[in-house]
């Protein structure tokens, strides 16, 4: 079998074990449903951010970074979510097109990892997505010059004030601020057990879809 082309260690689905036990919460073999139904279960506990999940990346030097951004949707793409394509991850990700995320519902016990490449959505996309936000959200997308230093206290209310003065009712999308997909190549789903006895469960794209295995904790 071909193996998946950018985690090439991938397991096949013989070495997966392709009927292995799903147990009682991995309740669908089709990862894309299965994690709809994690986060409609976590938007019931969570007090703040059920969608916000971690988002790794690598710099120029191989030396990882992470940070917290918000899934804004799930389609047949993948994750999506949006930023400052001048950021330090939209730089990160312009010369490398792979990520992983990972979601931690803390009230539900229960973790989704993600390892995929990385798209920029179309213009046209980006711009519906936009125009949904608040004015004063578009209006701070204009003024944030992301992960760039702050040149002197009050710079930020500045440059809040010039864009606020600047657009009227419609304010336009910035041209650096972008959604991305995660388009995945893994999925790992893992639930909190007694003892540490945690169960994983794993798929993996192959070019014939999912094949799905079960991990030790
Ligand atoms: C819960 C949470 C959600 C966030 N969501 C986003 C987001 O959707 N997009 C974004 O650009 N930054 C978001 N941020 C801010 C980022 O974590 C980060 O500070 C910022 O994007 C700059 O990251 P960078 O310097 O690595 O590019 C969020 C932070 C938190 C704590």
């Known amino acids: 079998m071909t193996q998946n082309p950018i985690i090439p260690e991938t397991p096949s689905a013989e070495e997966y074990g392709a009927d292995a036990d799903q147990g009682s919460v991995f309740t669908s073999r089709d990862p894309y449903q299965l994690f709809e139904e994690w986060l409609t279960l976590a938007k019931k506990h969570e007090i703040n951010d059920p969608n916000a999940m971690s988002l790794a ?45 990972c979601f931690h519902w803390k009230s539900i016990r229960r973790q989704v990892r993600v390892r995929g490449t990385v798209d920029l959505m179309s213009n046209q996309e980006s711009d519906a997505y936009f125009a949904k936000r608040s004015r004063g959200s578009k209006i701070g997308a204009w003024a944030s010059k992301q992960s760039h230093m702050l040149e002197e206290q009050g710079a930020l209310e500045a440059r809040v004030k010039e864009f606020d003065a600047k657009f009227g009712d419609d304010v336009p999308r910035p041209p650096n601020w972008q959604g991305y997909v995660v388009d995945p190549l893994e999925i790992e789903f893992w639930v909190n057990r007694p003892f540490r006895l945690h169960d994983r469960l794993v798929f993996a794209r192959q070019p014939k879809g999912w094949v799905t295995g079960r991990l030790y904790p």
């Open 57 to 101: 990346t690598v710099d120029q030097h191989r030396m990882p970074d992470v940070r917290m951004v918000l899934l804004k949707d799930l389609s047949g793409k993948g994750f999506s979510f949006y930023t400052n394509n001048d950021s330090a991850k939209g730089e990160q990700l312009a010369a490398n097109q792979k990520a992983a995320l």
